[in-house]
């Protein structure tokens, strides 16, 4: 049988508020996930054995989502089939973009669907919840506004924008920044129709990352002063916990003058809103 290829695709953080904290130390959020156009590939066939493949090396177990969702994908359904699944790389690891969330959920659909498993899109929605936070809004395959820690999806979409998307290649740990004391003074909660203008919206993990990492202090001075020279009337935001930094852009065409301006080591792409 020949391989079947999905799509994988990344997400930002439009804004990110830390409003509470539960019973088990987990931070309750009110965020939106805004999926974008940059996608890994993820290619999967039945096979005698199982083996996850990225960049031509294989994966273990412990170290990949994709295998914790195949694992549970055949507790669940008793299905024993193994596959190869080649994963196509081109969303950062660390990023903050959801990569490792995305290609979990992704091969939860693609194996429900080319096994004929029958799992309906709730049960691959509690499925997603064992596996990881942001799981499940890429279950979805919809931009959304989401709460709790980020398993309460409203699905919404915004109106069509460009991104300039840079990452430092900086790893930034999760566990770091969701530690930093300054966390515990929480954003008020508030209607999701608050932020559809996005105005009074923020990172909240931008400080906590930013005294964690003070690297990343001269990485958005350098991004602030682009959008001066280029005279936008934007600003620079932390995706998640980071370390991707993305701005809203006018056009494909600001965005491609403007990458020659950033250090060639970087990562740096212009995206579009999905």
């Known amino acids: 049988m020949k391989f079947k290829e999905y799509k994988s695709y990344a997400k930002i953080n439009l804004f990110l508020h830390i409003v509470g904290k539960k019973d088990n130390g987990f931070h309750k959020l009110q965020t939106y996930f805004q999926l974008i156009d940059l996608y890994d590939t993820i290619k999967i066939k039945p096979s ?15 170290d990949n989502l994709v295998y914790k969702a195949f694992n549970l994908w055949q507790k669940t359904t008793r299905c024993l089939q193994n596959v ?21 959920a992704i091969a939860l659909i693609a194996l429900n669907e080319m096994f004929s498993t029958n799992l309906s899109q ?37 109106p069509q924008q460009n991104y300039l998307l840079i990452y430092p290649n900086l790893h930034i740990s999760t566990k770091q920044v969701f530690s930093n004391l300054k966390l515990t003074k929480f954003t008020k909660r508030v209607n999701i129709s608050a932020f559809f203008d996005f ?7 931008l400080q906590s990352a930013l005294d964690a990492y003070p690297q990343m202090i001269e990485n958005f001075s350098l991004i602030n002063q682009l959008i001066k020279d280029f005279k936008l009337n934007t600003q620079a935001k932390l995706t998640g916990t980071g370390s991707s930094i993305f701005i809203a852009i006018p056009d494909k ?16 792409q212009v995206v579009s809103s999905l």
């Not at 959304?144 to 409203?154: H, L």
């Open 199 to 205: 105005k009074n919206s923020r990172n909240d993990c």
């Open 48 to 62: 005698v054995t199982t083996k996850i493949i990225t960049h031509n090396q294989q994966i273990k177990m412990a």
């Open 84 to 104: 190869r699944i080649e994963i196509n790389k081109n969303i950062p690891a660390g990023a903050g973009l959801g990569g490792a969330s995305s290609n979990a």
């Open 122 to 158: 709730q049960e691959l929605l509690k499925m997603a919840l064992k596996i990881g936070a942001d799981v499940s809004i890429f279950i979805k395959k919809q931009s959304a506004f989401a709460e709790g820690t980020g398993e309460i999806i409203t699905p919404h979409n915004l």
């Open 253 to 268: 065409k600001t965005g491609i003058k403007m990458l020659p301006h950033l250090p060639i080591s970087w990562f740096c």
